[in-house]
């Protein structure tokens, strides 16, 4: 082999090495961790509020994550600090954190090649987070369903009203005894003639026979008879009581 070939084939192995060195180079900047992987965002789970942060770093490169509430005057709260390991498809951790809304936090990340917080700022919504909503549940009837001692009553208070109310015409056509025995009543109103006092009726009846007159003037005479002779007793007693 002479020199010029050896020198040849160095030089291509030469070539071959930086190659690959470049090879190895781009892909390994390729896989590194980077501040690009992580992201963060502020949810709710339910009525609580709750910062999520996703690593998809590919290299699976172990990273510290850490939350911080900024408050007025530059004034930081620390939330919270989780330990991740990245992943293509993408790893994520939860910070418990009831945060209000419209809330700034800085999310910084420490990892192989990263020290650097991820920008923007992470900024909550602008609503804060509700239970949802139940559907009402109906409410039970405080009304209380009717007895059946009552829906019996009444049940048998409507046949009964009935059978009055039918009853009564063939009751009001049948005439009384003072309407039937008067011929000054006029015909056809039998119903709106007055009905007789229980007093009355002996009279009405005693009225209507051809001796009341007689009866009466012998009455009248035992009356005056009565008083005249109280009267002339009571004039002998006096005399002999002044003799």
Same mark, same amino acid.
């Given at each position: 082999?002479? @020199? @010029?070939?050896? @020198?040849?084939?160095?030089?291509?192995?030469?070539?071959?090495?930086?190659?690959?060195?470049?090879?190895?180079?781009?892909?390994?900047?390729?896989?590194?961790?980077?501040?690009?992987?992580?992201?963060?965002?502020? @949810?709710?789970?339910?009525?609580?509020?709750?910062?999520?942060?996703?690593?998809?770093?590919?290299?699976?490169?172990?990273?510290?994550?850490?939350?911080?509430?900024?408050?007025?005057?530059?004034?930081?709260?620390?939330?919270?600090?989780?330990?991740?390991?990245?992943?293509?498809?993408?790893?994520?951790?939860?910070?418990?954190?009831?945060?209000?809304?419209?809330?700034?936090?800085?999310?910084?990340?420490?990892?192989?090649?990263?020290?650097?917080?991820?920008?923007?700022?992470?900024?909550?919504?602008?609503?804060?987070?509700?239970?949802?909503?139940?559907?009402?549940?109906?409410?039970?009837?405080?009304?209380?369903?009717?007895?059946?001692?009552?829906?019996?009553?009444?049940?048998?208070?409507?046949?009964?009203?009935?059978?009055?109310?039918?009853?009564?015409?063939?009751?009001?056509?049948?005439?009384?005894?003072?309407?039937?025995?008067?011929?000054?009543?006029?015909?056809?109103?039998?119903?709106?003639?007055?009905?007789?006092?229980?007093?009355?009726?002996?009279?009405?009846?005693?009225?209507?026979?051809?001796?009341?007159?007689?009866?009466?003037?012998?009455?009248?005479?035992?009356?005056?008879?009565?008083?005249?002779?109280?009267?002339?007793?009571?004039?002998?007693?006096?005399?002999?009581?002044?003799?």
């Amino acid at each position: 082999m002479t @020199r @010029r070939s050896v @020198r040849r084939s160095v030089h291509v192995l030469g070539v071959a090495s930086g190659s690959a060195a470049l090879v190895l180079g781009l892909t390994g900047s390729a896989l590194a961790c980077d501040i690009k992987d992580f992201s963060a965002e502020a @949810r709710c789970d339910g009525a609580k509020g709750v910062i999520v942060v996703t690593d998809t770093d590919a290299s699976a490169a172990d990273a510290t994550v850490g939350v911080f509430l900024e408050g007025d005057g530059g004034v930081e709260t620390k939330v919270g600090e989780q330990p991740v390991k990245g992943s293509k498809g993408g790893a994520r951790i939860t910070f418990p954190e009831q945060w209000k809304p419209s809330a700034t936090y800085r999310v910084h990340v420490k990892a192989p090649n990263v020290d650097r917080d991820i920008k923007p700022d992470l900024v909550t919504p602008s609503t804060a987070c509700k239970a949802e909503s139940e559907p009402p549940k109906p409410t039970a009837s405080t009304t209380p369903p009717p007895s059946p001692s009552v829906s019996a009553s009444a049940s048998a208070s409507v046949p009964a009203s009935a059978s009055a109310s039918a009853s009564a015409p063939a009751g009001s056509a049948t005439p009384s005894p003072a309407a039937s025995g008067s011929s000054s009543a006029p015909a056809g109103a039998p119903g709106n003639a007055p009905s007789p006092a229980v007093g009355d009726s002996n009279l009405a009846e005693t009225g209507a026979d051809s001796h009341t007159g007689l009866i009466a003037g012998l009455a009248v005479a035992l009356v005056v008879v009565g008083g005249g002779a109280v009267y002339a007793g009571a004039r002998r007693r006096g005399a002999k009581h002044n003799g």
